[in-house]
């Protein structure tokens, strides 16, 4: 008998499976804002209410509930078992399907406790570094960051910190803290000596946390403050169980957002770059973390924007980044283009010579992706057959990767006069070798399928003071123990809105997220609670707005003061009863002076 699929194998064919793609084979999908909207295919409708979101990696019908992922989606229309439809799915993306024993379904359980535990301890450390940046000796890093132009809202939107001079005060204060020093090790944060003992990866520099789209710190980079040559200018988290730096992109947190709204994604080289960028007002702004754009981080955009505007630099270096960059983001399936900086320019001297005007000049007239690589390839061609031979073997490929019909074929027509080739040779060589690969995108959702809720949607809303909370927890999963010290469920009074935090809690302490098909599917069986839950996840509301850890602390005191409130009215109402019937009355006076003391406190303190 053959073991269980292993969760990493079947999130790794999800992540290369197009949920758009695949249910737009099947219903008829438009655009709509951040999401895509089509008529379900599960019950009879004339006004479409049937949504994928390419985000999260989730389908939900707003008429008949049904949820799920594209595995879900797969079993349910076609009637097919699970099992049928991720090998199928596996067969189409190039995985390997492994299957795991018991022994090792339960290490696999341990990882997923392991990561959590990695997420607090880089949780902490971040603290521990923003804290010193603030302190008289982050006064040198601070005073880089105003040399860089760097503002105190900006450093203070990316979290940015320092690491002190010193090799173990990071150790010590993992020490005291009673965190095994091991795990500093695994998150990537402490090394070991060769000859015993610890000491911190990361000293006398300025910190940059890695930050994912979920808001959980996934691993940190460090750019030195010493002028001696010796030392390497930056140094990241090596890659842990958290952090692989072919999958992550630096400012994706805060980038989000715009990159939805204006459904493009601007891609500049390094990190200062990012900060600039931000604070000249293109929020949309992201970059690889000093590696090559690699094709999983192409898919990471894919949640966010259909569009990247590659800004590399105005140098040779930048040059052939950005040719290396460009079949990455066609086989990725974005539209892609090349913004063409002045010679030595980046995009941090530019904003700080030009400003944000030149930029957005630069980026409106920014040149497609085959053009710049045919205009590159072009400069260096010989002028003889091999010679424009080898341009289109270079080319062809990226052209092949090409989603759109119309546009491939015109670029073949501009191929086969420019580079004087038959048009026939140049569409041959163009033909193949990249539509299957160019549907192997976009990323993450981890459930199985969704059930048909036999009852119609009742008309009561949910009040909107307890999804809030919820709402917030499913975007930024790492606050769950915050909601927990201040104890949110008692706060909630609808039973569905109970029911589903608690199951996602559960989820969250599994495998330190939310998967939300997975719950949408699995723990909540209230209609409303679905819908509600669906539309706030697919809006993206709490992605990256504000600080969600304020936006949390904010619903739940309200919640507070709902429930005080309504306890004060049951109390006068418990009082005025027993004082007709001649009862005492002493306890419930007491309650209800100490609420209306602890009231006007309050009162008084947010003054």
């Known amino acids: 008998m053959r073991g269980r699929i ?18 737009g084979r099947y219903v008829e999908l438009k655009r709509s804002g951040g999401n895509h909207k089509g008529l379900c295919p599960f019950h009879d409708e004339k006004t479409p209410s049937f949504n994928v979101n390419a985000d999260k990696q989730f389908f939900h019908c707003f008429g008949c509930q049904e949820s799920g992922d594209v595995i879900g989606f797969l079993m349910k229309l076609e009637g097919r078992t699970f099992m049928e439809v991720v090998e199928e799915l596996a067969q189409r993306a190039g995985v390997e399907i492994q299957h795991e024993s018991p022994a090792e379904a339960q290490r696999a359980a341990a990882r997923r406790s392991e990561r959590q535990r990695m997420l607090d301890l880089n949780a902490k450390v971040l603290g521990f570094y923003r804290a010193l940046l603030s ?11 105003a040399q860089r132009g760097i503002s105190d809202e900006i450093a203070e939107r990316f979290q940015l910190g320092f690491a002190p001079d010193g090799a173990q005060r990071l150790v010590r204060k993992l020490e005291s803290a009673g965190i095994p020093l091991e795990e ?8 070991r000596r060769r000859n015993g003992g610890y000491y911190d990866r990361f000293w006398n520099r300025l910190i940059f946390p890695l930050v994912g789209a979920g808001g959980e710190v996934l691993g940190f980079g460090g750019r030195t403050l010493s002028q001696e040559s010796d030392v390497p200018k930056y140094v990241n988290t090596p890659e842990t169980s958290l952090y692989r730096k072919g999958e992550a992109l630096y400012g994706i947190d805060a980038a989000a957002a715009a990159m939805r709204r204006t459904d493009t994604c601007l891609l500049v080289e390094g990190n200062f770059d990012v900060l600039q960028m931000h604070q000249y007002g293109f929020d949309n702004t992201i970059a ?5 754009l690699t094709e999983r981080q192409v898919r990471l955009v894919r ?11 105005g140098d040779s270096a930048g040059r052939k980044a950005a040719r290396r960059a460009a079949p990455t983001m066609v086989e990725g399936g974005v539209e892609a283009k090349i913004v063409r900086l002045p010679l030595g320019k980046d995009p941090d001297d530019l904003l700080a010579d030009q400003g944000a005007e030149e930029m957005t000049r630069l980026i409106e007239h920014a040149t497609p992706v085959v053009d ?45 006069l420019t580079l004087h080739i038959e048009r026939e040779v140049v569409r041959r060589a163009t033909a193949s070798g990249g539509s299957e690969h160019a549907k192997r995108l976009v990323a993450e959702a981890d459930a199985e399928a969704a059930r048909q809720q036999g009852r119609p949607v009742p008309r009561e809303p949910l009040p909107p003071h307890e999804v809030d909370p919820i709402a917030i927890l499913l975007e930024h999963p790492h606050l769950f123990p915050r909601a927990e010290e201040a104890n949110l469920r008692s706060l909630l009074t609808n039973d569905g809105l109970r029911a589903t935090y608690s199951a996602a809690m559960e989820l969250q302490r599994e495998s330190g997220t939310v998967d939300v098909p997975q719950l949408l599917r699995g723990h909540t069986t209230d209609p409303r609670v679905k819908d509600e839950l669906a539309r706030r996840s697919m809006s993206g509301e709490y992605k990256t707005d504000g600080d969600p850890r304020r936006l949390l602390d904010d619903c739940i005191h309200t919640l507070q003061e709902l429930r005080e409130d309504e306890r004060m009215a049951s109390l006068r109402a418990s009082i005025a009863s027993a ?17 209306i003391k602890k009231k006007r406190q309050r009162i008084h303190e947010t003054r």
């Not at 302190?135 to 960051?145: C, K, Q, V």
């Not at 690889?288 to 090559?292: F, Q, S």
């Not at 949640?303 to 630099?313: L, M, P, W």
């Open 372 to 416: 710049y690589l045919l205009s590159e390839l072009q400069d260096e061609m010989e002028d003889s057959v091999p010679g424009r031979a080898r341009v289109l073997q270079a080319i062809a490929p990226v052209v092949a990767n090409l989603e759109n019909p119309v546009i491939k074929d015109l670029y073949v027509d501009r191929l086969a």
């Open 303 to 313: 949640r966010f924007a259909s569009r990247i505007v590659a800004i590399f630099d």
């Open 288 to 292: 690889p973390m000093g590696t090559a």
């Open 6 to 23: 292993p969760e990493s194998v079947i999130a790794d064919i999800r992540d290369r499976t197009d949920i758009v793609q695949v249910i």
């Open 579 to 595: 004082e007709a019937a001649g009862e005492q009355t002493q306890n419930q006076l007491r309650e209800l002076n100490e609420l």
């Open 135 to 145: 302190r008289s000796e982050g006064s040198e890093a601070r005073d880089y960051l």
């Open 184 to 191: 500093g090790v695994r998150a990537g944060v402490i090394a």
